[in-house]
């Protein structure tokens, strides 16, 4: 039977400002319906981990970490969007630690992991907080295995319907981290085009699929199964790292994307699938975006059960608007452009 770990970031509510969509309902919301299914009282919770400068200034410019540390609340580097309390500074290294962590129990007990990270990471850029990030969670996760566990191989698939452009911007002259994402454009933040693969050592170890608005599940699926599934069982990387975020939800009030909750378990299912046969079953999860509580609960519970490897209910059920098909010729061009 799979084992399945989650961490929750305790004192997240004090990240907090009246009216802002990022809210601490959506983490409370989450380990509620857990809770309730039974799987959160079963599974282990795990404690962030300290991580060493050397990590945290790979991720971020050291002047970024200043910059948060004298902000004392309101905003941070001219971002409207990304509010900051007396706390959040605080809160944001412990949500890190808390990725960190899952990420070294899923290495070491090759296990899948569900860090409920928050506040968010992925657009948080080597220098800069934005789109409601400061620093990146998922980031910090990958260079924590890459220099304390000696990893040479690591995937990191961007789920969010925003690209994750802090994500990006981070490893992308890596070719130890390979990043895809899968997301809305036009949207925030405007980048994430398919001409976006990666520089020097890196090219070729970063692939954008962007979806135009109304794409709807089967663009997902079809990334997911003729472009991405076949670059990793090229890349063949040690540990697989899932930027999680449920706002490409057809109810999510942020974006145009159509997907449906049982969608979010078969991308999920898949991916965990593909990990049990070729990376000892390795996968952690970290929240990034989704603001409807709703769906929230309903997605988090069924990619939960998807990673324990059981059936999924989506009491929300499909959209009932008409999809588009306009994203195909662009997921032929990938292809051709991959040569996939
Ligand atoms: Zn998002």
């Known amino acids: 039977m799979n084992e ?10 004090k990240h907090f400002q009246h009216g802002h969509p990022e809210r601490p309902d959506r983490v409370e919301a989450i380990k509620n319906e857990l809770i309730e299914s039974g799987i959160w009282n079963e599974a282990e919770l795990i404690k962030p981990v300290s991580i060493p400068e050397k990590v945290y ?31 959040s500074f605080q809160l944001a290294l412990n949500s890190a630690g808390g ?42 996760a990958a260079e924590y295995l890459v220099q304390e566990f000696d990893l040479s191989g690591v995937a990191i698939i961007d789920l969010d319907v925003h690209h994750g452009n802090g994500t990006q911007d981070i490893f992308y002259d890596r070719s130890d981290i390979f990043f895809f994402s899968i997301h809305q454009i036009p949207l925030y933040p405007m980048s994430g085009f398919i001409n976006e693969k990666g520089r020097g050592d890196g090219h070729g170890y970063t692939m954008n699929i962007p979806l135009p608005p109304f794409s709807g599940n089967n663009a997902r699926l079809e990334a997911l199964e003729t472009l991405i599934l076949p670059k990793l069982s090229a890349y063949k990387p040690e540990i697989i790292l899932i930027s999680i975020g449920f706002d490409a939800h057809w109810q999510d009030p942020l974006s145009q994307q159509l997907a449906s909750v049982d969608n979010y378990a078969k991308l999920i299912k898949l991916i965990s699938d593909w990990a049990d046969e070729n990376c000892s079953g390795r996968l952690a999860l970290f929240l990034e975006g989704g603001y409807d509580l709703k769906v929230c609960s309903t997605a988090s519970l069924a990619i939960s059960k998807a990673l324990l490897g059981e059936e999924w209910d989506d009491q929300l059920g499909e959209s009932d608007y008409h999809e588009t098909d306009q994203w195909k010729p662009d997921l032929e061009r990938i292809r051709r452009e991959w040569k996939i």
Request: glycine letters at 8%.
């Open 57 to 87: 200034y790979s991720v971020h410019n050291p002047a970024h970490y200043e910059n948060l540390r004298n902000s004392r609340r309101g905003h941070v580097d001219g971002d409207v969007e990304t509010f900051l309390t007396e706390h």
């Open 4 to 13: 399945l770990v989650f961490f929750y970031p305790e004192g997240h509510e």
């Open 99 to 140: 990725a960190a962590a899952v990420a070294k129990h899923v290495w070491e007990n090759s296990s899948k992991g569900f860090a409920l990270c928050r506040p968010p990471g992925h657009h948080a850029t080597f220098d800069q907080s934005m789109g409601f990030c400061m620093i990146n969670n998922i980031a910090v």
